[in-house]
């Protein structure tokens, strides 16, 4: 008999077929957002699971499917698995980095250059039918070519971002980390290590790319926004809670900084409303890996990670991307 498996949200059905090769595979083609109770009655003798951020895999979950050996999530956070519990219990975690780098870091470029120029505010202007004549000050904005990118977070997504700044903008480029990069690695994104206050204060355009964790919640909250310049854009591509949304939709509207692009938000798919009255800001539903090449190297990914995890095929027992390797030993 094959172990029996769950795929918690609709994927690529020929990614679903993969695994019924190895598994006996209860999936959810209608894409429903399983509740707590129901996500526990569904992984009733699963041995797996194929998750996603829109589940939450705490010890109450865990403790309810002691039979569970493995969450293997489709995308690089995993803030929705409550690592600590699962190792307690020996339930490995995995998720899906690398192959989504590259597609983030365009979408966040593209993210904090559609902030600079106001691209959404004129747009909605322009379908308003506001637009009667030209002006010379008409929804200027802030240059990105040469301006100074400021990077929270200097993972391989930051990394991507610092070289597209660097090498395609000609822009002076300065992060802040909890630790500082390898010389070698700064000298290929060319870009200077600084304190948390000296990027707040220097950046035009600050770009948000650290992972959430308790230790990040509110990283940029009122006190920091006061720090930055008027002029300056600020982009959130990381998690949602990483950023203060309330006080980032006061500073918006009282025009403390000059806008902001935002792909990810507490409470997320709800958001304060507070964000939906303020017009300069660009606002995206977390779709910065929404590419179809990268969606499929995610599930592909993911769905490695669980064949491997419950012992199948070439790397059984060794996953490609293990987040606790620890429990492996378990």
Known sequence: MKPAVLVSRAIFPDIVDRLRVHFDVQDNPEDRVFKKAELIERLAGKQG???????????EVLDANPQLKAVCNMAVGYNNIDVDACNARGVLCTNTPDVLTETTADFGFALMMAAARRIAESEHYLRRGDWKKWSYDMFTGGDVHGATLGILGMGRIGQGIAKRGALGFGMKVIYHNRSRLAPAIEAECRASYVS??????????????????????????AAELAQMKRTATLTNIARGGVVDDAALAQALAERRIASAGLDVFEGEPALNPALLTVPNVVLTPHIASATIATRRAMANLAADNLIAALGFGPNAG?????????????
């Open 196 to 221: 948390k206050e000296a990027l707040l204060r220097d950046a035009d355009h600050l770009v948000i790319v650290v992972p959430y964790s308790p230790a990040s919640h509110h990283a940029i909250g």
């Open 49 to 59: 699971v194929l998750a996603t951020g829109s589940e939450r895999f705490d010890a």
């Open 318 to 330: 060794h996953p490609p991307t293990p987040i606790n390797a620890a429990a492996l030993k378990g």
